[in-house]
């Protein structure tokens, strides 16, 4: 992406897109972060709006140049706040929901039932319900469960439902086993190889109250890689062409997901948007051409890509540790609480020393949490200048499965996060309090 924002020191470059250095300050959408944590507290996360606005827009302008008919739907399980659908909302993008939990936020913004798309795995009996009953545009069917549970449903109440229908076509883009989700040993959609997907759209054909709009994948997160989603539509266009053969699927709308890649680290920077859109448009026309589709609705469901640049969280440095020849620990007041993708995915951070950069980052480090897990290392080895108790940290591209993600473990409160543009702060949503943290626990016989 290119935009007109000064690079001052090579973390900029993940940083949002509004970050500047001021006489060695830092600040986010206009508001510096020494004035946010004082005002706000810390553990802090800040998004930065104009970040979320203009990723928004580039995805819709790289992939309309490159497709006709296309939709970028954000997968709002990277961070499900109220405020942020309603940006995402304005900026004319479609989302999509995992739990009847993400569809009561979306449902709290106000967000177009007619641009929802329903998720998941194991999606309840109760939570289908509650997304017909507010006309949600399609739900991509899962398993034989649900083409059980939504017939039924559909039946009782004598309506149609436009659904997509999940395969897993065997591919590994190579990111993290964890978060690797269309290989054929995977929870996750109806696998082509085992014979399962054709039997689940030959099952779905026959049913009237089921108007089957095509075919939707989804390979893993983050993938850096663009082989993998050039032989994933490859494969399930093939695929596609052998159910219209057989069973009459018409192929109106297309989705090979999201998992697009974000820069965690400088030195391991993800391709560009542009690139991912070129490459996906021109395999689905390939195969459409190949196979002689009418080139379907296009539909990209990035969710990291969307929010995670424009989120940084803010830690205060508490009690350092400095065991010689070993390593030196630096704890703050957060960790896997509020982020746990280290300690689950042993994922990579970048750290900023917010009011000490410019001075030498020379001093090896490990950033530690505050929960009780040995495990629970923020970053491991980063280079920061010498640190005191009281310093302000910044983890840049924590926007995406990090609040997400959050617990309560140890009994620590979520941190406030805060919206910023143009020089205004935003509480989106407020720190937990003792009092949250006793209400669902108390009273009980
Ligand atoms: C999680 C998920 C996405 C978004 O993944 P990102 O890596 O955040 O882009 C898209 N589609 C499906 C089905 C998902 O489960």
């Avoid at 830690?315 to 030196?328: H, L, N």
């Amino acid at each position: 992406m290119e935009h007109k924002f000064t690079k001052n020191f090579p973390e900029m470059e993940i940083l949002p897109l509004t970050s500047r250095v001021t006489q060695g300050r830092l600040s986010i959408g206009g508001c510096d972060l020494h004035n946010l944590a004082e005002e706000f507290g810390t553990p802090l996360y800040i998004y930065d709006e104009e970040t979320i606005r203009l990723i928004c827009k580039d995805f819709i302008r790289e992939f309309s140049h490159c497709y006709e008919d296309v939709k970028i739907e954000y997968s709002t399980k990277a961070f499900s706040n109220p405020s942020v659908n309603r940006i995402i909302d304005e900026e004319g993008l479609h989302i999509d929901v995992v739990t009847g939990g993400e569809l009561a936020i979306a449902i709290a913004s106000n967000f177009p039932a007619n641009r929802i798309n329903f998720h998941g795995n194991n999606k309840s009996e109760h939570e289908l319900i509650e997304a017909i009953e507010y006309g949600i545009e399609t739900i991509t069917i899962d398993s034989f469960h649900e083409i059980f549970l939504l017939d039924k449903i559909l039946k009782s109440k004598s309506k149609k439902q436009k659904v997509m229908i999940r395969v897993s076509p065997s591919i590994d883009p190579h990111t993290h086993l964890l978060t690797t989700t269309g290989i054929l040993d995977s929870k996750f959609g109806f696998s082509i190889e085992t014979g399962d997907a054709e039997k689940a759209i030959s099952q779905i054909m026959k049913l009237d109250f089921f108007d089957l709009l095509g075919v939707h994948f989804h390979l893993g997160s983050p993938i850096f890689e663009l082989d993998p989603y050039q032989q994933a539509i490859d494969y399930v266009i093939t695929f596609s062409s052998r159910m219209r053969d057989l069973y009459g699927l018409n192929l109106r709308r297309f989705s090979p997901g999201g998992g697009f890649a974000i820069g965690y680290v400088t030195n391991e920077l993800p391709p560009k948007i542009s690139d991912y859109a070129r490459i996906i448009s021109e395999s689905v026309k390939k195969g459409c051409d190949k196979y002689k589709f009418d080139y379907p609705e296009l539909i990209v469901e990035p969710g990291r890509a969307i929010v995670g640049r424009s989120g940084v969280a803010i830690y205060s440095v508490g009690a350092i540790k400095e065991i010689p020849d070993v390593r030196t620990y630096v704890s703050v007041d957060g960790g896997m609480g509020d982020n746990i993708r280290p300690a689950i995915y042993g994922s990579q951070y970048s750290v900023i020393p917010v009011g000490k950069i410019n001075h030498k980052w020379d001093n090896k480090v490990t950033v530690a949490g505050k929960f009780c897990e040995s495990g629970d290392i923020l970053a491991r080895d980063v280079f920061l200048p010498e640190l005191s108790s009281g310093d302000l940290l910044a983890l840049p591209s924590s926007g995406a499965y990090c609040i997400g993600m959050s617990s309560n473990y140890n009994m620590q409160v979520r941190p406030a996060v805060v919206l910023v543009n143009n020089g205004v702060p935003k509480l989106i949503k407020r720190r937990e309090t003792y009092k949250d943290l006793l209400e669902t626990s108390l009273n009980i016989d």
